[in-house]
Each structure stands twice: as structure tokens, then as C-alpha cells.
Nanobody, 127 residues
Framework: QVQLVESGGGLVQAGDSLRLSCAAS????????MGWFRQAPGKEREFVAA????????LYADSVKGRFTISGDNAKNTLYLQMNSLKPEDTTVYYC????????????????????WGQGTQVTVSS
């Protein structure tokens, strides 16, 4: 049974940094893409970043490029999202997700490419 458990969310001020973690269990993820999405109340889920686990090839949304960094630790089976220069508009719930890789990394900006989802962690950035 695959489980994804996010942690690391919290309340910070604009300009601060935060690192989210996603502990993955239940299978090996070498043939998978792991991603981060976020969703504000009443809005659609938005792609943030993705990483192909076996090659570390990454993909970012334009809104976070240059500020956020996605990475993974194979030994710990843990996905990270380092968030720097946070803005109030980054405030929302962040979810990690996993899906088997095929095709192109660029298609992993779509949530339907992912089979497994975590429960989410809240990030609040005050101005």
C-alpha cells in the first residue's frame, strides 16, 4: 500500500524559506515521477514542480521557477521542496504525488498523470 506523508508546512513571513518533506512508502519509486501541487480553497489544484526519480530531471511551474527547488533522497525515499523568497500568494495547501513515468516529464504538470497523493500540508505566508 503506497503512502505519501507530507510535513514541514507552517506559518512564515514574506521573504522567508521553508522546506517541505514527503515520506514515501509501500513500493520502490525508481520508475516514478514525484511531484508537488498546491490548492487554495475554491481553486483548482495547481502544479508546482516534479522530478523523475531515477534521473533527477526536474520540471517547474513558471510561478515558482528560481525560488523553489525539488529534490529527492533515494536512501530515505523522501521528496523535498525547498521554498525560498516566499510570497503571500504561495499560501495554500501543498500536496505531494507519485505516478509511473512514461512519455515526457513535461506531461507531469497534469495531475491526472499521478496515481498516489498525500494528505497535504498547509503553508501560510504573512505579508
Amino acid at each position: 500500500q503506497v503512502q505519501l506523508v507530507e510535513s514541514g508546512g507552517g506559518l512564515v513571513q514574506a521573504g522567508d524559506s521553508l522546506r517541505l518533506s514527503c515520506a514515501a512508502s509501500g513500493r520502490t519509486f525508481s520508475g516514478y515521477v514525484m511531484g508537488w501541487f498546491r490548492q487554495a480553497p475554491g481553486k483548482e489544484r495547481e502544479f508546482v514542480a516534479a522530478i523523475r526519480w531515477s534521473t533527477a530531471v526536474t520540471l517547474y511551474a513558471d510561478s515558482v521557477k528560481g525560488r523553489f527547488t525539488i529534490s529527492g533522497d533515494n536512501a530515505k525515499n523522501t521528496l523535498y521542496l525547498q521554498m525560498n523568497s516566499l510570497k503571500p500568494e504561495d499560501t495554500t495547501v501543498y500536496y505531494c504525488a507519485a505516478g509511473p513515468y512514461y512519455g515526457s516529464i513535461y506531461s507531469y504538470s497534469r495531475q491526472e498523470r499521478y496515481d498516489y497523493w498525500g494528505q497535504g500540508t498547509q503553508v501560510t505566508v504573512s505579508s
